[in-house]
């Protein structure tokens, strides 16, 4: 565990820059729309815009930096180290999936505070047609935890389209890109081909979860979950083959 | 220097298997695999605290269009023999208050006659609702908006326009012209006889044609969704998209389906 640790606070120290430098740009842009609205310059739709605006650029931000954080290894050459340290791949993948996640998870809730800061008279607005202030923050955490496994999944592909690329010798980016669209596609017929074996499984009631019947009554959203298993399985699977390509035959000259 | 020559074999053996995958299985597989997440809203109309009734009747003379605009109610609409127009309408609300300030307005503009709730001060929608019952003269066009509700057209002779949203439509004999347009809905259409254009989204339709001289000309896609048909059109699955195209007879009336993420059965007695 410690070494897990000391791995996954490596990863953010590297990090820590530009995750400083987003969260300013996202404060900053937010304080002046929010000044912008205050003097009357611009109307307050703007304040949708300024909060939309870093949860667009979020996931984006999310592909581009579990690139980056293995890209680092091979330009510093630090990959070399990585590589003696008597640990494990899978422990290396899972601490900079990890790190990622952490990152993701500062991110936004500087984007939420900065919500509340800049713009609270809207969001008091926003709650009067909402159920409540306990609905609000409980089907936030849902969301939040829903998108930690959409995005745990999207980190995984690329950390794989890495590693592949990294074992061949040239036109590394080409096959980096089209790694990342096979394996897509590979646990995408994964999770039809396996669906019949789940279809057992009962359906998730999400309006029940979600207390949709509170927003709006007579809402009902059900969630089959028998597709997605196999898809599930696939992308772990996936995480482990990525471990043991790098652990075992990735090119460090590469 | 192995490890590299195992790397893209297998590569080129995925993109081979993904290439076949699209070129020959994908749709087969992606028309077998169930929807994640079945979103309903119970279409139910609310009970409403109080209720008021307006009626409207009105001579056709030189009207030849109508509209009605409905929410959480239901909408029935019926042919008649007779030159008159009969729009009777029930206003429902939470609270007397509320009441006192709706009515439905009845606006002639030309030769189209509308039908419409106002009054309604920003107040959720759960809060107050409308329902129509209208007789119409034979062969007039009648167009009608209905969210959170239910549509009833019963023995329609004439050109019909439905726009549902989160809606039941139902309609039992058509002599004419029905342009459809649905959003999370269910559209039930029996008896039709003439051309029929339908856009769904998020819909489950059926569609039931009585034979007619001239006969049909179907042109239906279905995009992320099931066609079911019994006209013995043949179908072709282009990567999520499920077409069917040809004619009955003649061909003479045109049957044009377009639906996305939804079920949509074609029947031809």
Do not use: C
């Amino acid at each position: 565990m410690k070494s897990f640790l000391r791995l996954l606070r490596k990863d953010l120290e590297a990090s820590r820059w530009p995750m400083g430098f987003l969260s300013a740009i996202t404060l900053g842009i937010m304080l002046l729309v929010s000044l912008k609205i205050a003097t009357g310059g611009w109307p307050t739709q703007a304040a949708v815009a300024a909060v939309t605006f870093p949860l667009v650029f979020l996931p984006l931000w999310v592909l581009w930096q579990s690139f980056q954080t293995l890209r680092t290894e091979w330009r510093e050459d630090t990959v070399y180290t990585l590589l003696v340290l008597p640990e494990p791949g899978w422990k290396i993948m899972l601490a900079k999936l990890s790190a990622i996640l952490l990152e993701y998870t500062v991110l936004l809730v500087v984007t939420v505070v900065g919500m509340l800061i800049f713009f609270f008279p809207m969001v008091q607005e926003a709650m009067l047609v909402l159920p409540g202030a306990g609905w609000v923050v409980r089907n936030g955490i849902l969301l939040y935890v829903f998108s930690l496994f959409m995005i745990a999944s999207t980190i995984i592909f690329v950390q794989l389209a890495f590693v592949v690329s990294k074992m061949v010798g040239r036109l590394q980016g080409l096959v980096a890109l089209w790694t990342l669209l096979l394996s897509g596609w590979l646990v995408d017929r994964l999770g039809i081909l396996l669906e019949p074996l789940f279809g057992w499984i009962p359906t998730i009631p999400v309006h029940a979860l979600f207390r949709l019947n509170e927003l709006k009554q007579g809402m009902v959203a059900d969630w089959n979950i028998a597709p997605e298993i196999g898809t599930w399985l696939g992308t772990l699977a996936l995480l482990v083959l990525t471990s043991y390509l790098f652990e075992h035959y990735v090119e460090v000259n590469g | 220097m192995r490890i590299r020559r195992i790397t893209l074999a297998v590569l080129f053996l995925l993109t081979v298997l993904m290439i076949a995958d699209v070129r020959y299985l994908g749709t087969d597989l992606s028309t077998n695999r169930q929807s994640s997440i079945n979103f309903n809203v119970d279409r139910k109309a609310p009970d409403f605290a109080v209720e008021k009734q307006q009626t409207f009747v009105q001579p056709q003379n030189g009207l030849t269009a109508l509209v009605v605009k409905g929410q959480l109610g239901t909408i029935e609409l019926t042919s008649t023999t007779e030159n008159t127009i009969k729009v009777s309408a029930t206003i429902g609300a939470e609270n007397q208050e509320v009441l006192d300030r709706l009515e439905v307005k009845e606006t002639v503009s030309g030769s189209e006659v509308r039908y419409e709730l106002t009054g309604q001060n920003g107040e959720g929608m759960a809060e107050s609702g409308v329902s129509f019952v209208v007789e119409i003269p034979a062969g007039m066009e009648a167009s009608i908006e209905q969210n959170f509700g239910s549509i009833k057209v019963d023995s329609f002779v004439g050109f019909l326009s439905l726009d549902s949203n989160f809606s039941d439509v139902d309609v039992r004999g058509l002599e004419g012209t029905a342009t459809i347009q649905s959003n999370f809905s269910d559209v039930d259409l029996r008896q039709i006889a003439g051309p029929i254009t339908l856009q769904d989204s998020f819909s489950t339709s059926t569609v039931e044609l009585l034979p007619i001289d001239g006969g049909y000309d179907f042109d239906l896609e279905v995009n992320n969704g099931t066609l079911k048909q019994n006209v013995g059109l043949k179908v072709n699955r282009v990567e999520k998209r499920t077409l069917a195209q040809g004619p009955t007879g003649e061909g003479v009336h045109p049957v044009v389906i377009r639906s996305s993420f939804g079920t949509v059965t074609v029947k031809l007695d």
